[in-house]
């Protein structure tokens, strides 16, 4: 597993990787040592044994589709059941994040990147048409990671393309992230059903333990939400434009992440699942050791015409840009 390195000017490094067009590590300086700030492994191997998606593409579709099942064009189309045989999730059972992608290195003035390009057959995991994708990463100088996506298809198709990855500002393995402050740029959430998806309300957030509109505790709430937090928030601002989506600091080293996107949701999900998998340099990543801010379209927008469309067509162009600006 040779990462392609990318590092700028003020001492940070990101690694990605051409299996699921993955972001294995991205470390910042902190006195003697780097900090390594997200969760991932050491192996390849390791990436295909894994089940929690660390730093990888997600598609062809992020997220939940209930039943695995949707119509498009008067059309019924059968996914996987990748998920406790109730949802398609991800993907499904060979999604993007699960297959090797072709890697193109590039600098540009001030920042140092890789594009991955994919080509997703016809029927690849139950979904029409054939989509070329292409996610670039690049790291600037201005400590930002930026992420770009692009798609095409011959065939409409649905198409919801997020990053997976799990951030830890105190420094993966070193506990749970219940006391880092979260800010999101929400006025209102998805309320979900007991196979988490949406019912196709949207809810203020005003009132309950959803409520993340001024920065406060991951975990300050989290007992009055079963589970932990694991919701799709739907973001101020129109989608399509640049704008800032939520911003995530660590008290103690005052490390803060701010993420913008052009994406309408983001999801939040505080590491429910993590059960002291083994990681990079020997780390363990117990429950709620790392939480994901995935910038997409809202879960199972197939079934619920409400919510934005997510509906490709031919002489279409999807495209979605995230970034990620570090202090520290």
């Given at each position: 597993?040779?990462?392609?390195?990318?590092?700028?000017?003020?001492?940070?490094?990101a690694?990605?990787?051409?299996?699921?067009?993955?972001?294995?590590?991205?470390?910042?300086?902190?006195?003697?040592?780097?900090?390594?700030?997200?969760?991932g492994?050491?192996?390849?191997?390791?990436?295909?044994?894994?089940?929690?998606y660390?730093?990888?593409?997600?598609?062809r579709?992020?997220?939940?589709?209930?039943?695995?099942?949707?119509?498009?064009?008067?059309?019924?189309?059968?996914?996987?059941c990748n998920?406790?045989?109730?949802n398609h999730?991800?993907?499904?059972?060979?999604?993007?994040?699960?297959?090797?992608?072709?890697?193109?290195?590039?600098?540009?003035?001030?920042?140092?990147?890789?594009a991955?390009?994919?080509?997703?057959?016809?029927?690849?995991?139950?979904?029409p048409?054939?989509?070329?994708?292409?996610?670039?990463?690049?790291?600037?100088?201005?400590?930002?990671?930026?992420?770009?996506?692009e798609?095409a298809?011959?065939?409409?198709?649905?198409?919801?393309?997020?990053?997976?990855?799990?951030?830890?500002?105190?420094?993966?393995?070193?506990?749970?992230?219940?006391?880092?402050?979260?800010?999101?740029e929400?006025?209102?959430?998805?309320?979900?059903?007991?196979?988490?998806?949406?019912?196709?309300?949207?809810?203020?957030?005003?009132?309950?333990?959803?409520?993340?509109?001024?920065?406060?505790?991951?975990?300050?709430?989290?007992?009055?939400?079963?589970?932990?937090?694991?919701?799709?928030?739907?973001?101020?601002?129109?989608?399509?434009?640049?704008?800032r989506?939520?911003?995530?600091?660590?008290?103690?080293?005052?490390?803060?992440?701010?993420?913008?996107?052009?994406?309408?949701?983001?999801?939040?999900?505080?590491?429910?699942?993590?059960?002291?998998?083994?990681?990079?340099?020997?780390?363990?990543?117990?429950?709620?050791?790392?939480l994901c801010?995935?910038?997409?379209?809202?879960?199972?927008?197939?079934?619920?015409?409400?919510?934005?469309?997510?509906?490709?067509?031919?002489?279409?162009?999807?495209?979605?840009?995230?970034?990620?600006?570090?202090?520290?």
């Amino acid at each position: 597993m040779e990462p392609f390195v990318l590092t700028n000017n003020a001492g940070m490094t990101a690694r990605v990787i051409s299996y699921g067009a993955t972001l294995t590590s991205l470390t910042v300086p902190s006195g003697a040592a780097p900090v390594e700030l997200t969760l991932g492994y050491d192996t390849l191997e390791a990436y295909r044994q894994g089940s929690s998606y660390f730093g990888c593409t997600v598609g062809r579709f992020a997220n939940r589709i209930a039943g695995g099942q949707f119509t498009l064009d008067g059309r019924r189309y059968e996914l996987a059941c990748n998920e406790k045989g109730v949802n398609h999730l991800h993907g499904g059972v060979k999604g993007f994040g699960a297959v090797p992608w072709d890697a193109e290195p590039f600098e540009r003035t001030g920042e140092r990147g890789v594009a991955f390009r994919y080509v997703s057959a016809d029927g690849e995991e139950g979904y029409p048409g054939t989509l070329s994708v292409r996610v670039a990463y690049a790291l600037t100088d201005e400590n930002r990671l930026r992420i770009e996506y692009e798609a095409a298809t011959d065939q409409a198709t649905p198409v919801n393309l997020t990053n997976h990855a799990y951030w830890n500002l105190a420094g993966a393995g070193s506990g749970s992230v219940l006391d880092h402050e979260l800010q999101l740029e929400a006025d209102q959430y998805l309320p979900e059903d007991e196979r988490l998806i949406p019912t196709g309300e949207i809810r203020p957030v005003a009132g309950t333990p959803m409520d993340f509109t001024k920065p406060r505790r991951v975990g300050e709430r989290m007992e009055e939400v079963p589970g932990g937090h694991d919701h799709c928030y739907v973001l101020r601002g129109p989608a399509g434009t640049l704008r800032r989506a939520a911003e995530l600091v660590e008290p103690v080293s005052g490390r803060r992440m701010i993420v913008e996107t052009s994406e309408p949701g983001i999801q939040l999900y505080s590491g429910n699942f993590l059960t002291g998998e083994k990681g990079a340099g020997g780390r363990s990543f117990q429950k709620h050791g790392g939480l994901c801010l995935e910038t997409q379209h809202f879960p199972d927008s197939v079934n619920q015409p409400e919510f934005p469309p997510v509906i490709l067509r031919p002489g279409e162009t999807y495209r979605q840009t995230t970034v990620h600006t570090f202090v520290f």
